[in-house]
């Protein structure tokens, strides 16, 4: 026998209690987990090269206000703009209000161009310029609903009193959300009346390194018009509109704080019940001769075992598990993915330490100071 | 005549219970020579378990001085005490007191986890003392597995493991039925008349006192004489 072996022994002589133990932070784990990961989705939107040359300009009120398509030959000619393209959320119906899926009102030519990075054939994207009812879908969104090229649909507006009447001519397939729509702004311009209106500007410009000038001038430009600009890189502009949602970063903080918290306290009260069972054992250890850092160290690597095994049962669990679920069909579209990352593995790895650690503090102390006489007097 | 292994001069034990001062042990002068077998008697609330306590390392006394082998265990730090009673001490207890996942042969082997012995020696040294005890075929089986007399044999077996200068029993037959009490202080006897071993035995039976060399009352803390006086 050697001590790991003893304190394996000890961990294991109520394996119920030990099951249920390490379930108890598995599980905590585990939401803990699938929290972070969800918020980093939220708050840390996929990047690329084409995606760090991409800014967004908006209404200043709010996203809800529309800006003037005048303001696209305006952009055009602005030094340190490579493309301009006019982006309106149509917010639309297919069938049933339970297949949402986010829609799109582009320019069409210059749609692939300022979104490089999706994969399209070149054949599709050719196809879906010329042809002014036409729409491209990404692939989880044709797979959900079992479309094809070439299928004809029609999407029921809900902000915008049109009914576009849609064909499909591509397909993409990675690099942006893949559960979009995009139709021609041309086309929605003419269901609309052409009224000139734009809900977004999106923008790639010719270098990184210009980018902070050109958002300045761009506002400038707008400066004391009916309709001011607020213009933002793309994943400011991501962050922003997440933030709509509330304040995400607190509310998912508070709620893992609640989760370790909660966790803590029953890891605690179950290492105390496992060290007061264990008092007279204790004295007996201490007869023989383990001195009180000694059975600390016992009491502390048994605690930390058992919540380091719940740790990697409950953050790696989450990680196999979220490969291998259709995130984007059970969070309705909300989600796209949730991808358990090293820093948040890391993460619950070391709320797992920490909890094992802490919980034991207390019990273990108190053990350790209690006298040898006083422990074998509570076993007679 | 073999030289105290343990001296005890003038010693004092207040325990404090709120404003309450019991005096467990008062003034207490005691030597015990090397291979001795003495038996400590007395009523319940005598002093005898606190000596026996003091002797070993557990507790310390209020005034006074314990000495074993010379080294005064009263001045030992708590970390040193610890590794002293590791290497000078093996304590038998009325309830036996293994530990109930661990077979007899790692409960015997546990004090030699601490030791710097290699596995093959604490091997040799675990079926050694479990040979000398009578258990060498129950190495394998759990305490629950095992009588009482049996236990306490493999309690005995781990207080003798490694090799200590005093073996200390505290009422080590109060659980056993007449025949394993019986088996349990021959043994003792054996240990101390073959291998000579010098064994402290607490009781308030006079048949097991009747085991040891020499038997030393007390009563309310204090040694009595012979005539049943305070010394």
């Known amino acids: ?380 | 005549m073999p030289d105290p292994i343990v001296q005890i001069r003038d010693l004092t034990k207040l325990y404090s219970h709120g404003e309450l001062e019991v005096t467990a042990l008062d003034h207490v002068t005691l030597a015990i020579r090397e291979n001795e077998f003495v038996a400590l008697m007395g009523p319940s609330g005598s002093g005898k378990s606190t000596l026996l306590h003091i002797i070993a390392g557990l507790d310390r006394p209020t005034s006074g001085d314990c000495l074993v082998r010379g080294i005064n265990v009263g001045d030992l730090s708590e970390t040193a005490l610890a590794e002293w009673r590791n290497n000078h001490i093996g304590f038998v207890f009325q309830t036996f007191n293994l530990i109930p996942v661990l077979t007899a042969y790692e409960n015997v082997e546990l004090p030699l986890l601490l030791t710097k012995l290699s596995a093959r020696e604490r091997s040799e040294h675990v079926i050694a003392a479990l040979a000398l005890v009578g258990l060498s075929d129950r190495v394998r089986h759990l305490p629950r597995q095992l009588s009482g007399g049996q236990e306490q044999r493999v309690a005995i077996a781990r207080a003798l493991v490694t090799d200590p200068t005093l073996v200390v029993a505290d009422e080590p037959t109060g659980n056993l039925d007449a025949h394993s009490a019986q088996e349990v202080l021959r043994l003792l006897q054996l240990l101390n008349q073959q291998a000579g071993k010098t064994i402290i035995l607490v009781t308030h039976d006079p048949k097991a006192a009747a085991f040891a060399q020499r038997t030393i009352h007390l009563e309310k803390g204090q040694l009595l004489n012979g005539t049943g006086q305070p010394l």
């Open chain 1, 1 to 380: 026998m050697t001590i790991p072996g003893f304190i394996l022994r000890n961990a294991f002589r109520n394996k119920r209690r030990l099951i249920l133990t390490v379930l108890s932070v598995a599980l905590s784990l585990f939401l803990f987990t699938t929290m972070q990961t969800a918020l980093h989705e939220l708050t840390q939107p996929p990047t690329s090269e084409a995606a760090a040359l991409r800014i967004v300009v908006r209404n200043k009120v709010s996203l809800g206000n529309v800006l003037p398509a005048k303001y696209g030959p305006r952009l055009e000619r602005l030094p340190g703009v490579r493309h301009v393209m006019k982006l309106t959320w149509f917010g639309g119906i297919y069938k049933d209000r339970a297949n949402f899926f986010p829609q799109f009102a582009v320019d069409a030519p210059q749609l692939f161009p300022v979104f490089s990075e999706a994969e399209i054939a070149p054949k599709e994207v050719q196809d879906f310029v010329k042809e002014k009812n036409a729409c491209v879908v990404g692939i989880k969104t044709m797979e959900r609903f079992g479309w094809k090229i070439g299928d004809r649909i029609t999407l029921q507006g809900t902000i915008w009193p049109c009914d576009p009447e849609l064909i499909i001519r591509g397909v993409y397939r990675k690099g942006i959300d893949m559960t979009n729509l995009f139709f021609h702004h041309e086309y929605f311009d003419e269901l609309m009346g052409n009224r000139g209106w734009v809900g977004t500007y999106w923008i790639c410009a010719e270098n990184a390194g210009g980018i902070p000038d050109l958002v300045e001038r761009i506002d400038r430009t707008f400066a004391n018009s009916d309709a001011e600009t607020k213009t933002e890189t793309e994943r400011a502009f991501q962050l922003s509109f997440v933030s709509m949602f509330g304040n995400i970063k607190v509310l998912i903080g508070s709620i893992s704080t609640v989760i370790v918290f909660t966790m803590l306290l029953v890891a605690a009260s179950t290492m105390s019940m496992a060290i007061r069972e264990r008092s007279r054992e204790i004295a007996i250890l201490k007869t023989i001769g383990f001195d009180g850092w000694q059975i600390f160290g016992l009491i502390l690597a048994e605690s930390f075992g058992l919540a380091a095994a719940g740790g990697l049962i409950g953050c790696f669990g989450a990680a196999i598990l979220f490969r291998h679920l259709d995130i984007y069909s059970l969070s309705h579209g909300v989600l796209l993915k949730l991808e358990v990352t090293p820093s948040i593995l890391a993460a619950g790895l070391t709320v797992a330490a920490f909890l094992g650690i802490v919980s034991c503090l207390v019990p273990a102390y108190s053990s350790i100071q209690t006298s040898v006489v006083v422990g074998l007097k509570e076993l007679d």
